[in-house]
């Protein structure tokens, strides 16, 4: 499983301080979620996503984020699979 951050405005993936992707492969495999909602936090992002990305699976987890984290109200929703 790699965990991913997604800009849904611009559409790209985090690939590192300053770089984005429109690829999800080329996306940056960061450490946790909690990583994650701390890269999306330091770079102010309003509108964006920690995707689960599931190698093996037709559809990846996608966690949508709120100002102060994960949101805890909204379900989750599934993407296809880079793979698929």
């Known amino acids: ?3 991913l951050l997604h800009d849904i405005g611009k559409d790209v993936y ?3 301080p300053s770089e984005w992707t429109g690829d999800r ?3 940056a495999d ?3 979620t909690g990583e994650a909602v701390k890269v999306a936090s330091s770079l102010r992002l309003e509108n964006a996503e920690v995707v689960l990305d599931f190698a093996d699976a ?3 987890v996608v966690l949508k ?3 102060d ?3 805890s109200q909204q379900p ?3 993407m296809p699979s880079a793979a698929a």
């Open 30 to 32: 960061l450490v946790s």
């Open 25 to 27: 492969r080329e996306a």
């Open 76 to 78: 989750s929703r599934a």
């Open 1 to 3: 499983m790699r965990i």
């Open 65 to 67: 984020l709120q100002p």
């Open 69 to 71: 984290g994960l949101s």
């Open 14 to 16: 985090y690939r590192g």
């Open 58 to 60: 037709y559809e990846n």
